[in-house]
């Protein structure tokens, strides 16, 4: 098992950034493929982006592909997701999760591992 927790959000106007930070705790982060997620209200949960234990596989959803970049510090038991030219759309609860394998998957139902979420708001 891994804890985490997102960290990051908050209100930003249309065409701006943000970055959010995932911290997980424990000694074997590396060990875990890791991914992004959201929902917005009244939508279901949507993957977002995802990356491999060693960083070497990473996947987008096609809404963010482009804007956002995700990335991991294993020294630091931390994953990121870069969001650059955020969109009204883009508003939602964006949670981060863990899979213990190499392969990212792009699926909620593959990770069993979830942080408790942190609220992003575009403004137009």
């Known amino acids: 098992q891994v804890q985490l927790v997102e960290s990051g959000g908050g209100l930003v106007q249309a065409g701006g950034s943000l970055r959010l930070s995932c911290a997980a705790s424990?000694?074997?982060?590396?060990?875990?493929?890791m991914g992004w997620f959201r929902q917005a209200p009244g939508k279901e949960r949507e993957f977002v982006a995802a990356i491999s234990r060693g960083g070497g596989r990473i996947y987008y959803a096609d809404s963010v592909k482009g804007r956002f970049t995700i990335s991991r510090d294993n020294a630091k038991n931390t994953v990121y997701l870069q969001m650059n030219s955020l969109k009204p759309e883009d508003t939602a609860v964006y949670y981060c999760a863990a899979r213990f394998t190499v392969v990212p998957g792009t699926i909620e139902r593959e990770y069993d591992n979830w942080g408790q979420g942190t609220q992003v708001t575009v403004s137009s």
């Open positions: 424990g000694r074997t982060f590396s060990s875990y493929a």
